[in-house]
């Protein structure tokens, strides 16, 4: 599991590691089971304060990708399919939004940008 955090992007460092973590477990990088760093050990490793981690950690928990076993690493949660497919779809509205600001910022009309998206999820790697 890797993890980035910018002090001075604008957004909270919590809300990155939360961000990053869903996006993880929701394109199959983090499975369930997969035990995910101590808050000592991540904080230590990212150089930021322990009670930011355990904010990001808790926010997950409440949120059902993250389980808390006691006296055990926490672990990423089993999904129900719905659940996992709505993870998907909400990680990927997340990454169009900035997108389809530009879009509408350049005058694009929607029908040209769902084709240019469509034409890119076409193309062969």
Same mark, same amino acid.
């Given at each position: 599991?890797?993890?980035?955090? @910018?002090?001075?992007?604008?957004?909270?460092?919590? *809300?990155?590691?939360?961000?990053?973590?869903?996006?993880?477990?929701?394109?199959?990088?983090?499975?369930?089971? @997969?035990?995910?760093?101590?808050?000592? #050990?991540?904080? +230590?490793?990212? /150089?930021?304060?322990?009670?930011?981690?355990?904010?990001?950690?808790?926010?997950?928990?409440?949120?059902?990708?993250?389980? *808390?076993?006691? /006296?055990?690493?926490?672990?990423?949660?089993?999904? /129900?399919?719905?659940?996992? *497919? #709505?993870?998907?779809?909400?990680?990927?509205?997340?990454?169009? *939004?900035?997108? +389809?600001?530009? +879009?509408?910022?350049?005058?694009?009309? #929607? #029908?040209?940008?769902?084709?240019?998206?469509?034409?890119?999820?076409?193309?062969?790697?």
């Amino acid at each position: 599991m890797i993890l980035v955090v @910018d002090a001075h992007s604008g957004i909270p460092v919590y *809300r990155q590691i939360v961000e990053q973590l869903r996006f993880q477990v929701s394109s199959g990088v983090l499975e369930p089971g @997969d035990e995910i760093p101590s808050t000592r #050990s991540l904080s +230590a490793q990212l /150089g930021i304060n322990p009670m930011t981690i355990s904010k990001a950690y808790a926010l997950l928990e409440s949120e059902g990708v993250l389980e *808390r076993r006691p /006296g055990l690493p926490l672990v990423v949660r089993r999904q /129900g399919r719905a659940s996992e *497919r #709505s993870s998907k779809l909400e990680q990927l509205e997340h990454a169009l *939004r900035p997108v +389809a600001v530009k +879009a509408k910022q350049m005058n694009v009309e #929607s #029908s040209e940008a769902v084709e240019v998206f469509r034409r890119l999820l076409d193309e062969e790697d």
